[in-house]
Structure formats: structure tokens, C-alpha cells
T-cell receptor, first 116, second 114 residues
Framework: DAGVIQSPRHEVTEMGQEVTLRCKPI?????LFWYRQTMMRGLELLIY????????DSGMPEDRFSAKMPNASFSTLKIQPSEPRDSAVYFC??????????????FGEGSWLTVV | SQKIEQNSEALNIQEGKTATLTCNYT??????LQWYRQDPGRGPVFLLL?????KEKRKERLKVTFDTTLKQSLFHITASQPADSATYLC?????????????FGKGTKLSVKP
């Protein structure tokens, strides 16, 4: 299997622009997670989907962030409008089964976002 | 508030020695604890999972212990090699709450010198 696939790997955008990050989970996995990693805060969960349904979005920073999972093989994380403080590495991850309890979580390689 | 701390930001050891990394937590009752490896520019890679009723778990040169009384997990790499150099993250899953919320420590950067 190709693993979790994220795109783009790197993005530099100007403040105020819309940013869309994409994720293809491992085939057959039914849980999908979006995490954000910064030096200051480490890895933080933004949102978790199970069977394409958002289960926990309490980590989404504010209304500028939105995530969708229209089908089992695709998810997007959108930031509109983007701000410099959104600069971070955004990871998508997937697992077989419900959530993280007892399950192995597979991470993608990340999308490195810089907002100038 | 819930807190996870990994004992140090960086650990330098000599090749062949045993590396020991510490993960402490407070205000938390984890059902599971996981360890991940992260290389620069890459995503975290799952290494080991240990349940609250397990004291120790081994996988090749890796060993994890889990002491719920001390609220601590130790991660050991025996016969360390330069290829083991990476950042190691611990992560906790608690009872109840969101099934999606894996709480991560900030990691310890391990450097193994030849």
C-alpha cells in the first residue's frame, strides 16, 4: 500500500489567501485524523472522522478552518483566510477501526505550510 | 489540566549504549500509551503500544514500560545505532472523551554518536 498520501508537500502563500490541503487515507481505513505540528505546541489533533463523519472537531482553531470528507478515500482541510500564525506542518493520519484506541495510526508525510 | 512531558528535548549517547527516554503525565488516566519515531521532514511512525494493564512490551531492540502508579512510561533502545537517531514521541489515549484524541508529548530528540 502507498500509505497516507498528502498534497501539497510544501506551500507558501500570502496572508489572506485560501489554502486547501488534501489527504488520501490508506484504503480500507475508516478513521481519518488531521493534526497540526508546531515547535511551540507539538502535535495537536484538529479533527477526527469516522466512516466519513466528523466525530470530534474541538481542536479546530477557529471558523477559518474547515474540513470535509466527501468519501472514504479523500479529505480536505481548508483555511480561509490564512494568517501567518497558521504556518505549521499539517499531518493527515488514518487507522483501521474506530479512532485511536488500540489501533495503529498511520501518518502521511505532512504538508508544510508557510503563510507570509 | 492534562499534561504530558518527555524528560528532555535532546539526548546524546554513544553507539552501543542503551538509550532511555521518559514520558510522564499528570491529570490523566490513559488506557493506552504509544511511542512514535519521527525523522526530520517526515511524519511520525508508530513503534509500540502498551495497555494500562501491561507492565512491559518488547519489540526487537525496543522495550517500553508503563507504570500507572508513577504515571510514567520508559522507552529503551538497547545496543543503539546511529540509525536510531530521531525524535521519539509518546502519546496517550484516555478513557472516554473523543476516540480520536491521541495526546502527544513534544518529543525527545535522540542522537547516537558512532
Amino acid at each position: 500500500d502507498a500509505g497516507v498520501i498528502q498534497s501539497p508537500r510544501h506551500e507558501v502563500t500570502e496572508m489572506g489567501q485560501e489554502v486547501t490541503l488534501r489527504c488520501k487515507p490508506i484504503s480500507g481505513h475508516n478513521s481519518l485524523f488531521w493534526y497540526r505540528q508546531t515547535m511551540m505546541r507539538g502535535l495537536e489533533l484538529l479533527i477526527y472522522f469516522n466512516n466519513n463523519v466528523p466525530i470530534d472537531d474541538s481542536g479546530m482553531p477557529e471558523d477559518r478552518f474547515s474540513a470535509k470528507m466527501p468519501n472514504a478515500s479523500f479529505s480536505t482541510l481548508k483555511i480561509q483566510p490564512s494568517e501567518p500564525r497558521d504556518s505549521a506542518v499539517y499531518f493527515c493520519a488514518s487507522s483501521l477501526g474506530q479512532g485511536v484506541s488500540g489501533n495503529t495510526i498511520y501518518f502521511g508525510e505532512g504538508s508544510w505550510l508557510t503563510v507570509v | 489540566s492534562q499534561k504530558i512531558e518527555q524528560n528532555s528535548e535532546a539526548l546524546n549517547i554513544q553507539e552501543g549504549k542503551t538509550a532511555t527516554l521518559t514520558c510522564n503525565y499528570t491529570n490523566y488516566s490513559p488506557a493506552y500509551l504509544q511511542w512514535y519515531r519521527q525523522d526530520p521532514g517526515r511524519g511520525p511512525v508508530f513503534l509500540l503500544l502498551i495497555r494500562e494493564n501491561e507492565k512491559e512490551k518488547r519489540k526487537e531492540r525496543l522495550k517500553v514500560t508503563f507504570d500507572t502508579t508513577l504515571k510514567q512510561s520508559l522507552f529503551h533502545i538497547t545496543a543503539s545505532q546511529p540509525a536510531d537517531s530521531a525524535t521519539y514521541l509518546c502519546a496517550l489515549v484516555g478513557y472516554g472523551g473523543s476516540q480520536g484524541n491521541l495526546i502527544f508529548g513534544k518529543g525527545t530528540k535522540l542522537s547516537v554518536k558512532p
